[in-house]
């Protein structure tokens, strides 16, 4: 390796400090599915705003993003298409007044059929089909808005579903009660999808194969509350109320830059649901909301499309791109650059109390989040993350003086109140497991839950590690006892937020050693093994997407310099003797396949949104009915799968410069 290997290094370091912006942070593009293009497009019809310039570079990004056989995908390189997906982007293209008989048209029309038809769509879709007239509300899962008064300890309040599908069942809540819709025009419909007709069609959810009682029950629940509501509830002095209730909770929880929670579904659903309470497009909240379109934060333009991401991720490029610097030893050649970003960093802590403080109101804030203005949800993995990097200079005077040590005590302080009772931690609540609310209609779309995850924990482990939290602190043994309770029997670890078990696996192996774990325990060599015995033949490691769902895709997909850094990361922290030449393998595959400009190219998704289980954690893969039962194979389609675009120069940076310090010259 040698030269080799440090030209490699300082390529890519050269290529991440032109990449900085001039405040200091770093921020990539983040990929997903074209349902987010599909729902804007659908949004602002359904907003009256059909002549917005945004939907025409939209629908363009749609047809851009259709796959050969018709279909969209949820991720890159899935081997199907995704129905949910392809209705929602057949719909948007007839929104936008694109005939029936349009090439790309007649060929999702004709994979939709093949795939069922609209009987197989999920409520997410259904909703949507809803608001242009498409489909009856009443055969959508209510969501009644009297939940907005459900105390915090009642197992269905709303501060007991994940972040995420809390902010958005506030404002669906208020669609659901209100049933509004904007017919398309007589001649944009979607009659091709109801080849028998309308009348024909069976608009009732489909039951999962091996349901429950609870599931059972909670479906009769439904059609109880739905006729409640077209006799009783449809404009009953307490249900207004609780809407107004709802109301107040969207506009408290806008974002300074005008979006809610810092992800998609809130932001488009709040739009739609104070627009239908007479709101009008003038209004303070409408206005900010309507502008965050035209943020280059959220929009990304390329030629005549757009695509409107489903979040933005400045807050965790800026923090893994300081610590891939620190590990290249790259303070003295960029000393001003890193400063700046530190600088950026620290004034990103939240110190304002977010939802997280209903559970916890007594805690001081301490954590930061991930997006640009997500004050009312910091998360863990952030915190964590964002410790390690405020690590590097924490003993620097200038440092001292502007206050990091006591931004790092309020970072720790915070952590160890998050930590969940099993020992590990949730993303961005405590204890958020309340298995019951998964089996609700609603929550057919992904994850309703944040229970704690290995990867998380392991990041906030590893931040203790390298702060000096003492190795007998309880949150640190508590942590530990989970992870190692976690390993799956062939040694590696799940992964929740990345895929998969090599982003599970790469992340708890630097934890252990930081924490000062002893390295050559067995569970640990179990670990490496199943890392050794994934290396593929040109020396990197790959993952798909599908290995959420198919037995043998775990561990196996196209090599990319991602997951080959993470594999590479668990391996040097064990720095088994005999790992040498793999490891060796997996730089020289980093450096053959960097550009000349210093960058790695990466198109596979290796981010993770949701898996598409319902409970926010590891599932039975070996469970024949595991596909029935969630209603999805191999190409996800109660999945959200993501890709960041400079995790591509992250993590083969760290790697590398991790890999010099323990690999001879030359070797």
Known sequence: MGNSLAHTVAAACDWLIGEQKADG??????????????????????????DHPLRPRLGKALLQMQREDGSWGTYWGAGNGDINATVEAYAALRSLGYPADTPALSKACAWILRMGGLRNVRVFTRYWLALIGEWPWEQTPNLPPEVIWFPDKFVFSIYNFAQWARATLVPLAILSARRPSRPLRPQDRLDALFPQGRAAFDYVLP?????????????????????????????????????????????????????????????????????????????????????ALDDPGWRQDRGDASWVQATNSPVWDTMLALMALHDASAEERYTPQMDKALDWLLARQVRVKGDWSIKLPDVEPGGWAFEYANDRYPDTDDTAVALIALSSCRNREEWKAKGVEAAINRGVTWLIAMQSSCGGWGAFDKDNNRSLLSKIPFCDFGEALDPPSVDVTAHVLEAFGLLGVPRNTPALQRGLAYIRAEQEASGAWFGRWGVNYLYGTGAVLPALAAIGEDMTQPYITRACDWLIAHQQENGGWGESCASYMDISSIGRGTTT?????????????????????????????????????????????????FPGYGVGQTIKLDDPAVAKRLQQGAELSRAFMLRYDLYRQFFPLMALSRAARIMPVGG
């Open 561 to 609: 310099p991602s997951q080959t850094a993470w594999a590479l990361m668990g391996l040097i922290a064990a720095n088994r003797a005999q790992d040498h030449a793999a490891i060796a393998r997996g730089c020289r595959y980093l450096i053959d396949r960097q550009e000349s400009d210093g960058s790695w190219t990466e198109e596979e998704f290796t981010g993770t949104g």
């Open 25 to 50: 942070h770093w921020v990539g593009p983040v990929a997903s599915n074209a349902s987010m293009e599909a729902e804007w497009c659908l949004a602002l019809w359904y907003l009256g705003l059909e």
């Open 207 to 291: 039951k999962k194969d091996g349901v429950d009682l609870w599931s059972s029950f909670f479906r009769t629940t439904d059609r109880g509350l739905h006729w409640l509501q077209t006799k009783f509830l449809k404009r009953n002095t307490v249900r207004e109320a609780a809407i107004r209730h709802m109301l107040e909770w969207i506009i408290r929880h806008q974002d300074a830059d005008g979006g809610w929670g810092g992800i998609q579904p809130p932001w488009v659903y709040g739009l739609m649901a104070l627009h239908g309470e007479d709101y009008q497009f003038h209004h303070p909240v409408m206005a900010k909301a309507l502008a």
